[in-house]
């Protein structure tokens, strides 16, 4: 019986723990891309580089999403943002609205100002920060809330079985 209960408490707690580091892959993908939009902030505020400059600092990390859209600008030139941006390869950790703030982002980089990109770089920017700290909260909530279900159902099994 009281093997019964620790087993339950144990598999709520390993419950926790995989919610949590799945948290934590999708935050260290966010953090990825927090440091591409710096990169690639100091690439037009700094140097005032071309796109694929640009591009290219984003991608040190090796970001797919980035190292495609290079490959897509160097092969054939750009008729239009929107039909370079709608085909790329994101990645699964990003939600919807993360995807799409990444992706009024790069279609600002198109634009020839220079004060358009740094806002849209800016703006990414603070929204990733939001992105992450979301991140963040919700692990530790998944964290304590296993924890305490796995603790809770195994009291619960113990007293039923006794």
Do not use: H
């Not at 198109?110 to 909260?137: D, G, I, K, V």
């Amino acid at each position: 019986m009281i093997a019964l209960a620790l087993l339950g408490a144990g598999a709520c707690v390993a419950l926790g723990m995989s919610a949590a580091n799945r948290l934590n892959l999708r935050e260290a993908g966010l953090q990825t891309w927090e440091n591409a939009l710096l990169r690639m902030d100091a690439a037009v505020n700094n140097s005032a580089a071309p796109l694929v400059e640009v591009l290219r600092r984003g991608a040190a990390d090796n970001l797919p999403v980035l190292l495609e859209l290079i490959s897509r600008l160097e092969t054939r030139p750009a008729s239009s943002a929107s039909e370079l941006l709608d085909r790329l390869p994101w990645e699964d950790t990003l939600l919807p609205a993360e995807k799409e703030t990444i992706n009024d982002c790069l279609t600002a980089l198109f634009s020839p100002s220079l004060q358009t990109q740094s806002q849209a770089l800016a703006y990414a920017q603070s929204q990733w920060r939001m992105y992450r700290q979301s991140c963040r909260e919700a692990r530790d909530k998944n964290v304590r809330l296993y924890t305490s279900l796995g603790w809770l159902g195994g009291a619960a099994v113990f007293i039923l079985l006794c």
